[in-house]
């Protein structure tokens, strides 16, 4: 296993150890990855602590090595968001743009919005559902444990 082929709960416990930015325990990880036993939590930190990323201190604590980029996703901070997501909100932040300009020429009548830029407009929204569609089950990989989580909550 390389870092790019990080995945499922191993690299849930990886992306806990980043947020964490300090080091924790084998219990800490498996209430903060959400595992169902320290024997499992402890698997996973010994993957991570094999392929380099990881390292145990004297206190027996992990604590971060190396921060990897991981196929698929992008480190804002110290989140980890799918990739065609962050697209997503970079082409949401050009689509506010445009509309801001579409409404300024409302108020300012000099200012005239030619049909490319309508056309503009509306192909940028398509390309912002588009990013965020293809970036939801990435996220709900990441996230499977949570999301399920919050939807016993609302039940």
């Not at 921060?67 to 949401?92: A, C, D, E, Q, T």
């Not at 559902?129 to 999301?147: H, S």
């Amino acid at each position: 296993m390389t870092a790019n082929e990080l995945e499922g709960n191993t690299l849930n416990v990886y992306v806990y150890i980043v947020r964490a930015g300090e080091p924790v325990g084998t219990r800490d990880v498996t209430r903060g990855a959400e595992l169902s036993s320290t024997s499992v939590a402890y698997r996973h930190l010994q993957k991570l602590e094999n392929l380099g990323l990881i390292e145990k201190n004297s206190y027996g604590n992990y604590l971060l090595k190396q921060k990897v980029n991981i196929s698929g996703y992008v480190w804002v901070g110290n989140y980890l968001m799918p990739r065609l997501m962050f697209y997503s909100f970079f082409f949401l932040g050009a689509f506010a743009a445009e509309v801001s300009m579409i409404l300024l020429s409302l108020v300012i009548k000099s200012l005239v919005v030619e049909t490319s830029f309508w056309f503009l407009t509306v192909m940028n929204f398509v390309v912002v559902i588009m990013f965020f569609i293809e970036g939801l089950p990435l996220y709900r990989k990441l996230n499977n444990k949570r999301v399920r989580q919050d939807y016993r909550d609302v039940e």
